[in-house]
């Protein structure tokens, strides 16, 4: 790998200087090879998030397609991180604030642990908002309060308990003050597009090996939430029987009495996973009112662009007992820079598999660039996921010596009875109707 070692004496000048931010620019290719096909995210209607880019060496605008959003890439980020912590030892310590809200015990269908890296808003989170510290709610206990103050000239509460949120951005819009809480920009954004992105068309298709026809039922749901062909094992209710399969969480009815050559889709064998699907080939329109498969894209390359904005840690103050020091605010913002680079290292590293059939592989080096002075070529450094480990790792020692407060510890919050009601209920409904969100009418 090019570049020189980037030492924590360098972060912490490109702190303490003018260096505007730090970036990471990868190419990638698909792991069957240039020219295979992959499959972007989707968004409402199905469609992919497209637009035409100017992009460097290219004279005219491109097409382009989102391949993970700003929003996913925080996401995997942070789950490194969480990887990192999981995986740490006495002999290799990774000394990151994290609070958990623990469902065990509760006799749930499924038992959940959920970190505060892992929650959508971070330590703004409501579920974290609806666990209880010593039996008080979290916000109303004497650590949650601390956070109803913080801003950009206060962080030292988000340091200590969340310095993610820092990071990746965050608005305390459950909290206390509502939309008038606490809003932190994103320090660390990076996103992954493909360029020259031509779209392809969607099939689909099933065997069935026991060649069960479409209208072989219909298929009726028993007590136990199974299904029957046999009529006197079906629930009855007002002198009919109930198909297999709800229809926007309400029963479906059949009426024995009555002849009916076709089977309402509610009682199809199709409803149990059972039958042929008629191979077919999806065609939509795109936004200029063209036909369009939508059927994954291939691409001329995938690039992945990174930036850590030292210029955003900047703006964060940190006193302590009231009082601001340039050395704390300076050795604070150092530990969330070490961070931020840690947590986009792990994530390279750990590789580009984003979704089902869009499997990226870098063809170009993980290589960080420093911008410092205008006009002055970016100095370019090495840094492993090992070394960006110990980098934070040394960062957070020089901040706990400048007394700075860091939490070492797990934070175990427990689900309110409230909490525990709603998730509970909410799994036997995703039981029920196959995990389906319900929409209305």
Request: proline share 6%; with cysteine.
């Amino acid at each position: 790998m090019a570049g020189t070692e980037l030492t924590l004496e360098k972060l912490k000048e490109a702190v303490k200087g003018m260096a505007a931010a730090f970036r990471c620019i990868t190419e990638y290719q698909p792991a069957g090879g240039a020219g295979d096909k992959v499959f972007p995210p989707t968004y409402e209607g199905g469609r992919y998030a497209t637009e035409k880019r100017r992009l460097p060496a290219m004279a005219d605008p491109v097409n382009c397609v989102l391949l993970d959003s700003v929003q996913s890439q925080a996401n995997r980020m942070e789950l490194a991180l969480l990887d990192a912590w999981e995986r740490q030892t006495k002999d290799n310590p990774f000394p990151l604030p994290v609070i958990v809200v623990d469902f065990k015990g509760n006799d749930m269908p499924k038992v959940l642990r959920i970190t505060s890296l892992e929650a959508p808003h971070r330590i703004a989170d409501a579920l974290l908002r609806d666990s209880l510290l010593d039996g008080q709610p979290f916000r109303k206990s004497p650590l949650g309060k601390r956070l109803d103050e913080v801003d950009n000239r206060n962080a030292t509460a988000l340091f200590e308990l969340c310095p993610t949120a820092l990071i990746f951005g965050m608005w305390d819009s459950t909290g206390p003050k509502g939309g008038l809480g606490a809003k932190f920009q994103r320090a660390m954004v990076s996103e992954i597009i493909g360029v020259n992105a031509i779209s392809g068309v969607k099939t689909s298709s099933r065997i069935d090996p026991a060649q069960i026809m479409l209208n072989a039922g219909p298929l009726f749901r028993k007590a136990d939430g199974g299904w029957t062909l046999n009529q006197a094992e079906a629930i009855e209710k007002d002198g009919k029987l109930v198909l297999y399969k709800h229809k926007k969480g309400k029963d479906v009815l059949w009426d024995p009495t009555t002849d009916q050559d076709e089977v309402p889709d509610q009682g199809r064998p199709s409803t149990a996973n059972h039958s042929n699907v008629t191979p077919s080939i999806d065609v939509r329109k795109d936004g200029n009112g063209n036909e369009d498969g939508f059927g994954g894209v291939t691409l001329e390359k995938a690039i992945q662009t990174t930036v850590l904005s030292l210029t955003a840690l900047r703006r964060l103050r940190f006193p302590l007992n009231g009082t601001y020091n340039p050395a704390v605010d300076d050795a604070a913002r150092t530990a969330l820079a070490a961070l931020g680079l840690c947590a986009a290292t792990l994530a390279r590293e750990q590789g580009c598999d984003l979704r089902s059939r869009c499997h990226l592989h870098a063809v170009s080096a993980y290589e960080w660039e420093l911008l410092d002075k205008p006009g002055e070529k970016p100095q370019k450094f090495a840094l492993t996921g090992k070394d960006a480990a110990k980098l934070f790792r040394d960062a957070v020692s020089e901040a706990k010596s400048a007394k700075l407060p860091w939490m070492d510890k797990e934070l175990t919050l427990t689900p309110s009875p409230e909490l525990v009601a709603l998730v509970k209920k909410s799994q036997e409904l995703a039981a029920a109707t196959g995990g389906a969100e319900e929409g209305g009418d």
